[in-house]
């Protein structure tokens, strides 16, 4: 991203339950999540929802980790004979769950891959140095000691304010 390279980890496991206890310690740390569904399958998108509700359970809110809506196999919805789960199903789904970005990929013909986790990098600095920024905005107060300069001083109308 912007000519810089960054280490990612990726977890694929892959929407079955059998891995939901193990992925939810993998939650502790991350700093995105990509929620994926199949795009000629309307039951997947169904799932995703349990998979969000799951992560938003075991994660700090305040951490503001963005989630990105992945609709893959992208290849097989151009066939006039294949189902699409329809675009305004997952408009609102993408619109009910305030996820930042919404991106149809094919890992079968490398469509958009790259450009997945691009995406994902990008939406990650960004939240990072606005809260990097947000940090740099607090100050710290600390009670004054008892033997600072201050507390030594005389006052003229013999008020210790």
């Known amino acids: 991203v912007d000519n810089q390279s960054y280490p990612i980890q990726i977890w694929d496991t892959a929407g079955q339950e059998r891995f939901r206890s193990v992925s939810r310690v993998f939650f502790n740390d991350i700093k995105g999540i990509f929620i994926v ?3 000629d399958n ?3 998108l169904n799932h995703c929802k349990d998979w969000l509700d799951d992560f938003y359970s075991l994660v ?3 951490k503001n980790i963005p989630v990105v809506l992945v609709g893959n196999k992208l290849d097989l919805i151009t066939d ?3 189902v699409r ?3 305004d199903i997952i408009k609102k789904f993408v619109s009910n769950n305030d996820i930042p970005l919404y991106i149809e990929t094919s890992s079968k013909k490398d469509i958009n891959i ?3 986790f691009q995406e994902m990098v990008s939406i990650i600095i960004k939240r990072n140095l606005h809260i990097s920024e947000k940090k740099n905005e607090i100050v710290e107060i600390t009670q004054e000691q008892e033997n600072s300069p201050r507390s030594n001083q005389q006052t003229t109308n013999d008020c210790s304010c």
């Open 60 to 62: 700090d809110q305040s």
């Open 114 to 116: 790259d450009s997945a």
């Open 85 to 87: 789960v329809p675009e």
């Open 42 to 44: 309307m039951e997947s």
């Open 80 to 82: 006039e004979n294949n």
């Open 37 to 39: 569904f199949s795009l």
